[in-house]
């Protein structure tokens, strides 16, 4: 296809970018530092983190891991956290000694932990003690050998200690647990001021992260992202956002999650290159304290999703807020509707900007111009040194406005699955093309409109939610007879999962369902809906027909 895109893109955006100027994303992160070292990098809980502190407190932690642990070159090593100051330190130590980050959702089940761990083959975690509990039922099952433990309050200086205090005592949010020969953070930091550190050579070919995702189906899977493929993905985004920041003086709200690729990219890497300073909100679902925190700061850009900005709405507090500072809103993860876009626009006076990505793009292939001055369905064009092509099940491109499966190809795009050569050949051609598994159009301005899932996917506020892992767990259960599992539109979450089970018998109750699912599934993969049925709807040859009961045709 012709790239007609580029007819589209706003003045002074290239058509391509250079990365390759960096050896790493360590490289190209240290030169920032250097540039912003007094620049406030983190702030949470009120404590403020500077760019020389985040990259002299990483240094001390990578010396741990290599002096200490002994770890080497390439191992893997999880991060078990929500937003707290402890992750940018932790992952860029890991980072800085040449090992890869592996990032685990911290509300994973025992089950769902034991997969991810055990398929990384990760030696180390660094993990919030709120969550120990569940990594100490998972450890028998991984090749886990050092855990080091970190309290919420642990950066936050004196004030930490009666922090923690509330956490465990007074809100009695830390579990009992007990993991031989655990560290704790406090204290590898420590150790690691009496340690030399020793500097890898990295390149850019090296592997940076293993980003778990589930792809199109079925279990997660690591997606292999190479430093290259970061740095790629920030310059492009850098690129485009560039003329709505003034380098060193933002503050960008960072309520997503870091584990999550969206805001990993985005607020970690592209925001922080430019000397801004990232605002973790550590609870966001807590949107009243949200709200108070918002009112304290003068927030330029906000970067969340859509369930996000809709719960927001719905605060009459929110709409007294002075937005008078904000420039941007970026939205990702999941779909943007029409209705939170205009309102957010009503309330806040700014547009939201719609981009696109997957996991396996490190995430972002298309993004709207920043220049847009209204919501326009689309989620923008491919963005610089990107390629996007719509193509029939035969792999042929189609013309524009036909349906067909979205592809992209660009240097963001991973080597491919941790150790899963056949998962990866399903979505990544031999010529480099990825396979997104979700229908869109292109318009003749190069527009691209998102338009169904090819597979049964379902996000649940941003997050992949897979029936498949769902029905198997479900099916475990003795007195079910056959499930499927399909998601339906929810004002609160975008969307949300719905079960349809066949009982054995009526001693069945939705309640012990619930139950089960419970012990066995992060929150946001629980069913919030469940129907009991005689019998499901199936093909000629004994396939569930998941279509027509999200369609409501039977």
């Not at 980050?101 to 660094?126: C, F, M, W």
């Not at 066949?502 to 012990?519: D, G």
């Amino acid at each position: 296809m012709e790239k007609i895109w580029l007819k589209s893109y706003p003045p002074g955006v290239p058509a391509t970018v250079h990365y390759d100027n960096y050896s790493s994303l360590i490289d190209f992160y240290e030169q920032q530092c250097e540039k912003y070292a007094d620049n406030v990098a983190c702030e949470n809980f009120g404590k403020q983190m500077t760019y020389r502190e985040l990259n002299d407190q990483s240094i001390l932690f990578a010396a741990y891991l290599q002096k200490t642990l002994g770890l080497k070159k390439g191992m893997r090593v999880a991060i078990m956290l929500p937003n707290l100051l402890q992750f940018p330190v932790a992952m860029l130590g890991i980072l800085r000694s040449g090992m890869v980050v592996v990032n685990v959702n911290p509300l994973y089940t025992a089950r769902e932990l034991a997969h991810q761990l055990k398929d990384s083959g990760a030696k180390a975690i660094l993990v919030l003690e709120n969550f120990v509990r569940e990594l100490q039922t998972a450890l028998p099952e991984t090749d886990i050998e050092h855990v080091i433990v970190t309290k919420m309050g642990d950066c936050l200086g004196w004030r930490g200690v009666l922090f923690n205090f509330i956490v465990k005592y007074i809100k009695k949010r830390v579990p009992a647990w007990k993991i031989e020969n655990s560290s704790w953070y406090q204290d590898v930091l420590k150790a690691g001021k009496k340690l030399t550190f020793d500097a890898p050579a990295l390149s850019s070919n090296d592997i940076a992260f293993l980003q778990y995702t589930g792809g199109t189906t079925g279990l997660s899977k690591g997606a292999i992202l190479t430093h290259r493929n970061m740095l790629a993905n920030v310059m492009q985004c850098i690129t485009w956002v560039k003329s709505t920041l003034t380098p060193g003086k933002d503050t960008v709200l960072t309520a997503l999650p870091l584990y999550h690729i969206f805001s990993l990219t985005i607020c970690c890497f592209c925001f922080m290159a430019v000397g801004s300073r990232c605002l973790l909100i550590t609870n966001p679902r807590d949107l009243k304290t949200f709200i108070r925190i918002l009112k304290k700061h003068s927030i330029t850009v906000f970067v969340g999703v859509n369930t996000l900005f809709n719960g927001l709405l719905h605060q009459d507090e929110f709409k007294k807020i002075d937005f008078s500072k904000m420039k941007a809103t970026i939205a990702g993860g999941m779909a943007l509707q029409k209705a939170t876009a205009d309102e957010w626009q009503k309330i806040t006076g700014i547009n939201i900007t719609e981009g696109y990505g997957l996991t396996e793009a490190s995430p972002v292939l298309t993004i709207n111009p920043m220049t847009e001055e209204h919501y326009n369905g689309s989620v923008g064009l491919p963005i610089s040194a990107t390629e996007v092509s719509i193509r029939d099940e035969n792999n042929q491109e189609l013309p524009i406005g036909k349906v067909g499966e979205l592809c992209g190809r660009g240097p963001q795009v991973m080597r491919g699955y941790w150790q899963k050569p056949t998962e990866t050949a399903l979505v990544m051609t031999e010529d480099g093309w990825l396979k997104t598994g979700d229908m869109a159009r292109m318009d003749e301005r190069g527009y691209v409109y998102i338009v169904d899932r090819k597979k049964d996917m379902v996000v649940v506020s941003g997050f992949n939610v897979y029936p498949n892992e769902i029905e198997e767990v479900i099916s475990m259960h003795p007195l079910v007879k056959e499930v499927a599992v399909v998601g339906v539109p929810s004002e609160q979450t975008g969307e949300a999962v719905k079960a349809f089970i066949v009982p054995e018998n009526s001693e069945l109750t939705k309640e012990s369902v619930m139950a089960f699912c419970r012990e066995r599934l992060t929150g946001y993969k629980l069913p919030k809906i469940i129907e009991f049925r005689d019998e499901l709807p199936k093909s000629t040859v004994g396939k569930i027909l998941r279509r027509e009961l999200r369609d409501g045709t039977v």
